[in-house]
């Protein structure tokens, strides 16, 4: 009598959104078990807008600002963008930490496409981003900016677009290194200097002229204006930006650009650079 046939094996792959949502929830789970990096990303830039908004207060005023408007205010937009690259930069550090731990392999080897590894790194940190970035937004009318539902709506899409740049470019960097050290030298010589020079800081008319040439260029400065605008509900509280538009657009366009790069660098065989 002969032995009864096996069962068939199931050919069916796993289901592309249920990896996605699966490694999204697994960053969301990752980056709050580590307080400090919550500290980190949220608490460093509320420190500092407190310390250099107080520090500075009426000593330093944009000409176009109106005669209401201090530096705290001012700054305000400034900070929950950093709040959004503090929060990314601690996120991707988790892409090195999976490769040490042996975690990054056994997805890469899963029967799954590789964009299912970036696509839910890169959703949880923009969920991240986004959330600590809006929680932030709600102190808004502390320095006298009035928030309305419509407004709000306005603002949570133009942080999501700036969040899921700023994770992109920060799976890019620390794809390609091993090192959790490395990947700090490198965020900090890249991700803040943009930061420092997208009109956080200082707006572009006071600036020299290499400065504002530099600020033209930078994408972090259409994201600045962008929200600018969006809190302000106009084409620019300062009257020195873009239009709020065209700096949508060019934000859109540079989230999408940093997608498409960790997308690509995810493509390229994985190996162990030395940051």
């Known amino acids: 009598m002969s032995p009864p046939a096996a069962p068939p094996r199931s050919t069916a792959r796993p289901s592309f959104w249920l990896a996605v949502g ?15 990096r919550v500290l980190g990303a949220l608490g ?6 407190l310390l250099i908004g107080s520090g500075i207060g009426t000593s330093f005023r944009p000409a176009a600002a109106s005669a209401q408007m201090n530096y705290l205010e ?30 990054l392999l056994s997805v890469l080897v899963a029967p799954l496409p590789r964009s299912c590894l970036v696509l839910g790194k890169m959703l949880g940190g923009t969920t991240l981003a986004l959330a600590q970035g809006l929680l932030f937004v709600f102190l808004a009318p502390a320095v006298g ?3 309305q539902p419509l407004r709000l709506l306005l603002v ?4 999501f677009l700036i969040a899921f740049a700023l994770a992109g470019v920060g799976f890019v960097l620390a794809w390609q290194l091993d090192s959790v050290q490395g990947f700090h030298g490198v965020a900090n010589l890249f991700l803040i200097p943009l930061w420092l020079l997208s009109g956080a800081l200082f707006p ?17 400065t259409y994201a600045h ?12 509280a ?7 538009g065209p700096a949508v657009g060019v934000t859109a366009a540079f989230a999408l650009l940093a997608g498409a790069a960790a997308f690509w660098v995810a493509s390229r065989p994985l190996t162990g650079n030395s940051g």
């Open 156 to 159: 949570a899409g133009v942080l």
């Open 22 to 36: 699966t490694l999204w929830w697994r960053e969301l789970l990752h980056f709050y078990r580590h307080r400090s």
């Open 74 to 103: 001012f700054f305000f937009p400034g900070t929950v963008i950093l709040i959004l690259l503090f929060t990314s930069i601690f996120d991707m550090m988790s892409v090195i930490e999976d490769r040490r731990e042996g975690f």
């Open 204 to 220: 572009p008319a006071g600036a020299s002229g290499w400065v504002r040439w530099i600020m033209k260029v930078n994408p972090l």
């Open 225 to 236: 204006e962008a929200l600018r605008a969006a809190l302000y509900w106009n084409a620019g």
């Open 44 to 49: 460093t830039p509320v420190v500092f807008w």
């Open 238 to 244: 300062l009257g020195e930006g873009p239009p709020l």
């Open 145 to 147: 900016i009035e928030l």
